[in-house]
């Protein structure tokens, strides 16, 4: 089986690059911007990397020349709230920034991904992208990234299907041990997040890759165009 993981150095994408590399005869390769940060878990990790901005159509051509020509699974984790610091600032020009950020690191990234690489994908493979509960909650440009995020995979799901290929989204809540609140989090805050829970803890990483390993099992044949939502119980479906 081989893997592709987009932003895979850190956070939830290095748990997922980790919980695939347990599995016996798996090739992973993560990418990213950064190349230090590739390098260092590419080490630990005993992997392959490739430095790819996914937001770069030249980018990711570049990229694919260097991937197989078959691939299993491809986890669309590149992203997060690119407008963290734009939309509180005066005037539209932060708001347009912050939106169009936030559309192109969460959204455009996995499309031109998946638009470059898609026929590579095995009959019977899976795409897995990242989304995120603030789809379900209304916050702002990030939330409406990732709830265009699933709305996409609907369309994946449908496009990909009559090869076996299935494609679903899964939507993290508060994730602890991630760079996502850029160093804002307050003791205070991460207090009132914690106790949104039906079972009073934060999220892992390793909750996250724990999902889409199953997603990309024989088990998870079945289940395509859906958004599973791991959060502790603070969104659900009823």
């Known amino acids: 089986m081989y893997v592709l993981i987009t932003g895979g150095a850190t956070g939830i994408g290095k748990a997922i690059a980790a919980e695939f590399r347990s599995i016996a005869g798996t090739d992973i390769v993560i990418t990213g911007r950064t190349e230090s940060a590739l390098q260092a878990t590419a080490a630990e990790l005993d992997i392959s990397y490739v430095v790819c901005d996914h937001s770069s159509p030249e980018d990711v051509s570049r990229a694919a020349q260097r ?15 690119a407008g963290f610091d734009k939309e509180a600032q005066t005037g539209l020009a932060g708001v347009q920034s912050a939106w169009l950020e936030n559309y192109v690191a969460n959204v455009l990234t996995a499309v031109l991904t998946v638009g470059e690489l898609g026929s590579r994908i095995n009959d019977g493979g899976r795409i897995i992208n990242i989304g995120s509960i603030a789809a379900e909650n209304g916050s702002g440009s990030y939330g409406a990234a990732k709830a265009a995020v699933g709305s996409w995979t609907v369309g994946l799901a449908k496009e990909f299907g009559h090869r076996g290929i299935t494609a679903n989204t899964i939507a993290p809540g508060y994730i602890g041990d991630t760079d996502f609140f850029k160093g804002q989090l307050t003791r205070e805050r991460e207090r009132d997040l914690i106790s949104l829970t039906q079972n009073g803890r934060r999220g892992t990483p390793a909750d996250i890759a724990a999902v889409a ?3 990309a099992s024989p088990g998870a044949a079945h289940i395509t165009g859906q958004t599973l939502h ?3 119980g603070v969104h659900t479906t009823r």
């Open 230 to 232: 791991v959060n502790g």
């Open 213 to 215: 390993r199953f997603l």
């Open 67 to 81: 991937l197989p020509a078959d691939l299993d699974v491809i986890v669309n984790n590149a992203g997060g709230n």
